[in-house]
């Protein structure tokens, strides 16, 4: 089951959650074969988010319908791997996790900061489709933050199994 940022609260229950109790849908800014991804304003009632005014990102992924096959539990217990994964992963150069959680729809709900520039790959993907060459100087910045990143969350890793 995964863990609550806000430890305040009490624990929650696998597919007791209303997504729409949680959070207003702005707009969908992205869909996949796996799930949607929203842009969304949590809803004042909303103990766990600190900002009502702040927009976040809920990625919405579709527990049982990957692939047209019935998810397995092995899916389901990886996807919520990952989301806990996320939850540890705390750096400037990486995008704030919020929360996750299960709700009653079957999707399992990831929360996360909104990055008004929009993502790496987002940026790769204009430039490749405008024939335009990145330049060298923002290649090794972004190289340079990435490694930093990755740096930072590997050292904690370590630390935790010695």
Known sequence: ???QINRSEPALHINEIDVNDKYKFLKQIGKG?????????PLRHTL???SSSKQY???RLDLHQQSNEPTTQNDMEGAEREAKLLSTLKHPNIVAYIESFRSNDNFLNIVMAYCEGGDLY???KERKA?????PE???VEWFVQICMALQVNIKKKKERFK
């Open 122 to 124: 987002t940026k790769l």
């Open 33 to 41: 074969s796996y799930g949607e991804v929203w842009l969304v304003l």
């Open 1 to 3: 089951m995964l863990k």
């Open 137 to 139: 100087n923002q290649i």
């Open 130 to 134: 405008n024939k335009q060459p990145l």
């Open 57 to 59: 990102v809920l990625k």
């Open 48 to 50: 766990s988010i600190k």
